[in-house]
């Protein structure tokens, strides 16, 4: 048995009726350069195989009575492969808006917590004689650290694969009783008071830091309009995002598009802006997200907030599971008409949101989420769902991640994988999420909305196109601009 943290559970207690957990991603593969027909017997059997590499993918829950501390994971005695491992077939001609549609419609499906928290599709009839493989699994099993150890064990880097060794034996464990959860969960609450403590004296070392790096309430950069070195302004986060139509209460609905981007060309935008990867695909979102709000006149003054998650997952932790994962918040400027004002901005909000984050405990969100029992976290969840809070009161207006990934050819299954594209989990208030993968020398973008809230989401997947087009011109070819 092992417990969930208490940021693994709170991905558990988010869940409701609209609100979905779990995580996902498709891969498109192609399957001429496998050794065998690639059909759903044969990657049944390759996952089986490697099923041993991936310990989330045999262990189900089990909760305390009452929901008075975490739940546990065992190992699932009725486990049976052939629930998870699926397949599908597109209809005729199963281009890339077909794809979308059914991904997204896979992904509106809550996973069943009486098995374990995956799912595994094979996606037969795509166009050009590829397969896809959507997997979801649920957040409170995985971050985006771990969830690319699950890609490593059923990616190889040749298409016959690799000599696996013999698994070690396994067998389930039966569900404990009532009465044995309850004495765990009292010698895990008499903990709390240590935990609060660890909690307080992380907090005041962190004081220092945050006196002496004090946040900057403004952002300067240079407002080329006007031809001249004038210094203008770019406010910061506050503690309410501004209102835009994707931060509503959503509903079970869902709506995903996908595109790729070449990385190189991204890779020459930093080297000549003197910024990072990130900073580029932060200005390509916020450019996107501007033509976006522009179609439906919806576009705030000031500029939009987002979230970046964070990895805190130190050298000990690297091939564990759960969430090792922190928050940062960065301005969008979505209000500037220049791609390279956008640029330039970015780069300046991301550099001071990395100063506030660093200035706080790295694993401060999961030991403060280590507090809230799951009965009253689910509580609260459904609660703010009903009163519209993270709708009224949200500090921020979208979650956008960006992954780094391998970089060399992979195979699934003998299959070459051509694109990964990554799924997230919107939340109440937060009805769109981007999040990239790279592979291949191509960013892969993934953008899931509430299909009520952003129905023309594939629009925003043309705008990051064009976004990139326009920096290229302006960042690397500005006398042909």
């Known amino acids: 048995m092992q417990q969930l943290s208490g940021l693994d559970a709170a991905f558990l207690a988010m869940e409701t009726p609209s609100v979905f957990g779990h995580v996902g991603s498709l891969c498109c593969i192609d399957p001429s350069t496998a050794t065998h027909p690639f059909d759903i017997a044969y ?17 189900r829950l089990v909760e305390v009575p009452l929901g008075l501390d975490q739940p546990y994971w065992i190992e699932d ?83 016959d694969g690799r000599l696996m060794e013999t698994p070690p ?34 907090l005041a070392r962190s004081l220092p830091r945050l006196a002496a790096s004090p946040v900057r309430p403004r952002l300067p950069f240079v407002d080329r309009l006007l031809g001249r070195d004038a210094r203008v302004t770019l406010a910061g986060p506050r503690l309410r995002a501004p209102t835009t139509p994707f931060n509503r209460s959503i509903t079970a609905h ?40 522009l179609d439906h006149e919806a576009l705030p003054e000031e500029s939009l907030v987002a979230a970046v998650p964070v990895s ?38 991301m550099s001071v949101a990395k100063e506030r984050h660093g200035a706080l405990p790295a694993a401060l969100l999961a030991d403060v989420t280590q507090f809230a029992m799951p009965a009253l976290a689910g509580q609260a ?28 050819p992979l195979y699934f299954g ?30 892969h973008f993934g953008s899931i909305a509430c299909r009520e809230l952003v129905p023309d989401i594939e629009n925003l997947s ?13 960042v690397l070819d500005p006398v042909g601009a």
């Open 169 to 202: 034996p396994w067998c389930g464990e039966n569900a404990p009783g009532p009465l044995e959860m309850l004495t765990r969960s009292a010698v895990s609450l008499a903990q709390n008071p240590v935990r609060a403590a660890r909690i307080s004296y992380g």
């Open 254 to 293: 869902r709506r995903w598009s996908f595109v790729s981007l070449p990385l190189d060309q991204v890779k020459a935008i930093k080297s000549r802006a003197g910024c990072t990867v990130n900073d580029v695909v932060m200005a390509l979102c916020a450019g996107a997200l501007r033509r976006w709000l």
């Open 43 to 59: 990657l049944t059997e390759l996952i089986q195989s490697r099923i041993h590499l991936i310990p989330p993918f045999r262990r």
């Open 77 to 159: 005695p009725d486990f049976d492969i052939e629930y998870h491992v699926r397949a599908l077939a597109l209809p005729a001609p199963g281009d890339g808006h077909q794809l979308a549609d059914q991904v997204a419609r896979l992904h509106a499906r809550p996973l069943d917590r009486r098995r374990p928290l995956w799912e595994l599709y094979l996606l037969e009839g795509l166009q050009g004689a590829r397969l896809g493989i959507y997997t979801k699994v649920h957040h409170a099993a995985i971050d985006g650290v771990s969830g690319n150890d699950i890609l490593a064990a059923l990616l190889d880097l040749d298409p």
């Open 312 to 349: 805190v997952r130190t050298d000990e932790q690297k091939g564990g599971y759960g969430n090792r994962v922190s928050m940062m918040f960065a301005a969008l400027p979505t209000q500037l008409a220049l791609a390279e004002d956008r640029l330039a901005a970015v780069a300046d909000a």
């Open 414 to 443: 003998g299959g070459r994988l051509l694109s990964y594209y990554p799924l997230s989990a919107l939340t109440d208030g937060q009805g769109l999420n981007i999040t990239v993968m790279s592979y291949g020398g191509q960013l």
């Open 381 to 408: 969840n459904r609660l703010s769902a009903r009163l519209k809070l993270l709708e009224r009161l949200s500090p921020f207006n979208l979650i956008i991640s960006n992954v780094p990934g391998p970089n060399v």
């Open 462 to 474: 043309c705008y990051l196109r064009q976004e990139l087009e326009l920096l290229v011109a302006t």
